[in-house]
């Protein structure tokens, strides 16, 4: 496959307008490092929403996402509820306490309840996950521009494509901050889901089927028992085959959006940038309803792809499906586009790819940034230098922000050397060690809002308890740990379950009492 000139047209434009947009954005200059990461809360709700939209979203959820459709059914949205009741939870009880504190991150209220180094060692948890976590999402973003722009997957082509991503999200951010992160976030959401939509049409009319007809096939595929329209799923089902049923939306997908939408610094730092709590409320409750419907999108392009590769007795012209790309395993989505798309259309891929990839590393640069300078450098900096000009941690949050892009890239590229040489897997614990850095947070968030128990020294071990038990329970762990526990397959969310109440009793066995003393002795 070859980009022709159309499609080349199509690229060039969305840099045109993204460069636009940035020089426009950028020439509001931060004054102080509330402003830089804080956009001195003055951002518009409805704008925040798609941020946070925006950010939720990624180029694995864009090549994914049919993905799902393709191979499953709809059960993947019944986690909205879980998302939907987890946003409740972080609009009662942590977006008001964030306002009232005047926060930076959201890990400042662990110094106001135990001490300053809880605050610092939850923001390096945080660091650690979100290295692995972006890291290999760009890495993921990477491979599939590699494919489409350069033709190959090599070593050379993915480099340049972690490059490319890399340098332009600073471009993107590194002068503006938030604000500029919030508003070109709005412009990559507008661009892929444009994309996206634009796909399911092209595909739809390909297929030359009648809606009604459509919708028999997908209720009643002839080599599954269940339907493909299934929304809810209520059999009790306990491994990774069952994380989308109705029980485990109700529990595991609860907790992981409370600590998405709350507790990582990565999409909460949009919400505070609203002017007030119930502004931040509404941005928040807008983007998890938004995600509803964008999901849906991805979802039923999966539907279509199954009748055009799977239902040769529907669909006229259907292909042989190729799973490969130089030996590299791809979604369905990416086949399809590799080999089916006209020019222009596959051009506009390209760019939705891209744009997906950029909300995603936009939003960890800059809120990374924050972590580093707000709550490790500027503490230690006006300890000794009490009259530092504000202007000094705007400098340290752009500094901060090139040192999080080149970690990001080298997370990237080990990711792909990792899996050239390796059969150990690397990208599936960069991909999930958001999770693992979760239960640890959960724990000690959820002891410090309803307890009084607790101390700095608890905090630590919650935080490493949370995590390794996840990491325990992954089955490339337990296979090395006994061949007897290598067939134990237990669901993430119920891993995330487990790992945060055993996270919870630990920083709730800390005696209240000893807070006080190591507050003392930080003074």
Request: proline content about 3%; charged content about 10%; some cysteine.
């Amino acid at each position: 496959m070859q980009l022709t000139l159309l499609d080349w047209l199509v690229f060039c434009s969305y840099f045109l307008i993204l460069g636009l947009l940035a020089w426009w954005v950028n020439q509001q200059k931060s004054k102080n490092s509330s402003d830089y990461f804080l956009a001195a809360n003055s951002m518009p709700a409805w704008l925040v929403a798609i941020s946070v939209l925006a950010t939720s979203q990624s180029a694995a959820t864009f090549l994914g996402g049919p993905d799902m459709g393709f191979r499953g059914n709809l059960t993947y949205l019944a986690s909205s509820f879980g998302a939907i009741l987890a946003a409740w939870f972080v609009i009662k009880w942590l977006i008001p306490r964030y306002y009232q504190l005047k926060v930076t991150t959201v890990y400042e209220l662990l110094e106001q309840r135990f001490s300053a180094s809880a605050k610092n060692h939850a923001g390096q948890m945080y660091l650690f996950g979100r290295v692995f976590a972006s890291g290999a999402r760009l890495y993921m973003a990477a491979l599939a521009v590699s494919m489409l722009l350069f033709n190959h997957i090599n070593a050379s082509g993915i480099v340049a494509a972690v490059a490319l991503l890399a340098v332009i999200g600073l471009l993107c951010t590194m002068m503006g901050g938030i604000r500029s992160v919030i508003y070109t976030d709005a412009l990559q959401c507008f661009v892929y889901v444009s994309a996206a939509l634009l796909v399911l049409f092209y595909l739809y009319s390909s297929l030359d089927l009648p809606w009604q007809q459509v919708v028999e096939a997908l209720r009643y595929p002839p080599e599954q028992a269940r339907s493909k329209l299934l929304l809810f799923d209520f059999h009790l089902d306990f491994s990774s085959a069952g994380v989308f049923n109705v029980w485990s939306a109700l529990t595991g997908f609860v907790l992981l959006n409370i600590a998405a939408f709350g507790l990582d610094q990565d999409m909460t730092q949009r919400v505070l940038t609203c002017k007030t709590p119930a502004k931040g409320a509404q941005a928040l409750l807008s983007s998890v309803l938004l995600v509803i419907p964008v999901m849906l999108v991805f979802i039923v392009i999966g539907f279509l792809l199954y009748l055009f590769y799977q239902r040769p007795d529907l669909a006229a012209g259907t292909q042989v499906l190729q799973d490969s790309f130089q030996g590299e395993k791809i979604t369905v989505f990416m086949y399809y586009v590799l080999n089916e798309l006209p020019s222009g259309l596959r051009g506009l891929v390209v760019v939705g790819v891209i744009a997906a990839a950029l909300s995603t590393i936009t939003s960890g640069l800059n809120s990374m940034a924050s972590v580093l300078v707000a709550d490790l450098y500027q503490p230690w900096r006006l300890r000794r230098q009490p009259t530092t000009e504000a202007k000094h941690f705007v400098r340290a949050g752009q500094c901060a922000m090139l040192l999080t892009a080149i970690a990001l890239s080298l997370m990237a590229i080990l990711c792909f050397y990792w899996q050239q040489y390796s059969d150990m897997p690397l990208l599936a614990f960069a991909l999930s060690v958001m999770v693992f850095s979760y239960s640890g947070l959960l724990g000690v968030f959820f002891t410090a809002l309803f307890t009084r128990r607790g101390n700095r020294y608890s905090v630590t071990a919650a935080l490493c308890v949370g995590f390794v038990t996840c990491l325990v329970l992954q089955p490339y762990v337990l296979k090395q740990l006994s061949p007897n526990l290598a067939a134990l397959d237990l669901g993430f969310t119920w891993q995330l379950c487990i790992a945060t109440l055993l996270a919870f009793l630990t920083c709730y066995s800390g005696s209240a009492q000893q807070t006080t003393s190591a507050h003392a002795k930080e003074a």
